[in-house]
């Protein structure tokens, strides 16, 4: 047995006796991790021992898809039968609510205005649930994703569900097919993007100072937050956070968002805790990368890299083959 786990065991086993006597407190279980060891005196599960405490979160454990990743732009392959994304707002602006969960900065989405998403690696439309912000403490860390092993100073992610298969997001995301997150990397500069002004001027970011305080916006243009490019790095993996259901496909923008240093400044300002109890950053709310394991990393961004195979995946290899022959 991992010495780490037969510690932790023998320091919190009343602990586990104790939620394990009490099953229908599911509300605590849910919400019973953490990234970082932060509060002395009390165990919070961080990362590595998400898939432990839990035998519904085990995927984080024991899963072979789980995300985030490193992306080593080396390995990435050519796809030329990826299409672009299609954003459809309906011409519409959206509103939402942003919360302080205590964990991220969120953003859920209104139901009114529907905004859906497909094209890409997607078979069907998808449609925007929550926008999340990771962070860091420090600039050049806070993305979950890295590249070629660089994190960035934080991460949007746009969280999608299949909404042609599945009638809600929990539905989804428990299935296959079932989520397609669109992951922006956010870089410090003099300007900000448009619609982070939105939630992260010091009017509107101060208002979700502590955790489960919510501030409604409305007018928003979800087109505004992406950057203008129209290529994308994708594969397959899972929610970064509990139960890591392994039901996402990933779309990574190739063009990073801006933020101020200011607005920076005030995310890193936010607490995980409630005015009552002491003050911690949310900052650093970011998984630590997963194991690729052979998982193909595609990409509509041409490099002459064409007719490489995905290792672990033969039907596509197959395909590839098929595709590149009706081509010549
Ligand atoms: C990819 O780039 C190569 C070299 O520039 C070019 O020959 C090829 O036609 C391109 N393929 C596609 C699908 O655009
Ligand atoms: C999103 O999809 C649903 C169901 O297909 C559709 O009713 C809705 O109009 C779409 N939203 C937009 C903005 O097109
Ligand atoms: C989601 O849909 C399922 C199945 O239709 C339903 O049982 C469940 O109550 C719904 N959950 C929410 C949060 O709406």
Redesign the pocket.
Known sequence: MDIIWELFIILHANFIICISAQPNVPKIHEGWWAYKEVVQGSFVPVPSFWGLVNSAWNLCSVGKRQSPVNIETSHMIFDPFLTPIRLNTGGRKVGGTMYNTGRHVSLRMDKEHLVNISGGPMTYSHRLEEIRLHFGSEDGQGSEHLLNGQAFSGEVQLIHYNHELY??Y??AAKSPNGLVIVSIFMKIAETSNAFLNRMLNRDTITRITYKNDAYLLTGLNIEEIYPETSSFITYDGSMTIPPCFETATWILMNKPVYITRMQMHSLRLLSQNQPSQIFLSMSDNVRPVQPLNNRCIRTNINFSMQGKDCPNNRAQKLQYRVNEWLLK
Request: hydrophobic fraction near 0%.
């Open positions: 009638t809600n929990t539905e």
